[in-house]
């Protein structure tokens, strides 16, 4: 039974482009979410997908996007890249919007 | 505002027991869960409390109060696996918020 799995591994952009992320829930979880990860800090929530729709969404700026596909699997967009959106890009998948979250190995993205 | 308080770092001898201790003040609260995450990797779920009391899962016990907005992770005959940084995430509004992570460093 796979996992959360999470592509690319590892990304470099520069500032000002955009980045796609993307993520596959654990079989039979049909909720993903979203976290950015700083260096030395907890886990920050981005927004939450379920049924293909974006239901919950923490304290993030538009140039933060994302997409549910019906497969379940998700991506997340981000435009206008900054210094400062480097970060590791955890995905979280459920069974439902309030089970526990079992979460991807990340993205490791970094801005130059 | 909302916030998780838990110590940045704690250090324990192998075979001890370590206590981590989670405050929080959030709007809404459904339950507290604690992750551990090793250098570079994924958070993975320990234990979860919504109500109050002690939760036991082998090594690991977790104890929430509502009433004290606290909760503590509790790990036994501590091993060197166990090094990693431990949080506390709040179930609130759908959302989990967490705390800025324990550190829990592990001497022989």
């Known amino acids: 039974d796979a996992g959360v799995t999470q592509s690319p591994t590892h990304l470099i952009k520069t500032r000002g482009q955009q980045v796609t992320l993307r993520c596959s829930p654990k079989?039979?979880?049909?909720?993903v979410s979203w976290y950015q990860q700083a260096l030395g800090q907890g886990p920050q929530f981005i927004f939450q997908y379920y049924e293909e729709e974006e239901r919950q969404r923490g304290n993030f700026p538009d140039r933060f996007s994302g997409h549910q596909f019906p497969n379940y699997s998700s991506e997340l967009n981000v435009n206008a890249l900054l210094l400062g959106d480097s970060a590791l890009y955890l995905c979280?998948?459920?069974?439902?919007?309030?089970?526990?979250?079992?979460f991807g190995p990340g993205t490791r993205l970094t801005v130059l | 505002g909302q916030s998780l308080e838990q110590p940045s770092e704690v250090t324990a001898v192998e075979g001890a027991i370590v206590q981590i201790n989670c405050t929080y003040q959030?709007?809404?609260?459904?339950?507290l869960s604690w992750y551990q995450q090793h250098d570079g990797g994924a958070p993975t779920f320990l234990s979860y409390?919504?109500l109050d009391g002690l939760e036991e899962t082998g090594r690991f016990s977790s104890f929430l109060s509502r009433s004290d907005s606290y909760g503590y992770l509790l790990l036994q005959e501590l091993q060197m696996k166990d090094s990693a940084s431990y949080f506390c995430a709040v179930e609130s509004n759908y959302q989990l918020i967490w705390g800025a992570g324990t550190k829990l460093i592990i001497k022989p």
């Open positions: 979280a998948s459920s069974a439902s919007i309030t089970d526990t979250q079992y």
């Open positions: 409390n919504a």
């Open positions: 959030t709007s809404g609260f459904y339950g």
């Open positions: 079989s039979g979880h049909d909720t």
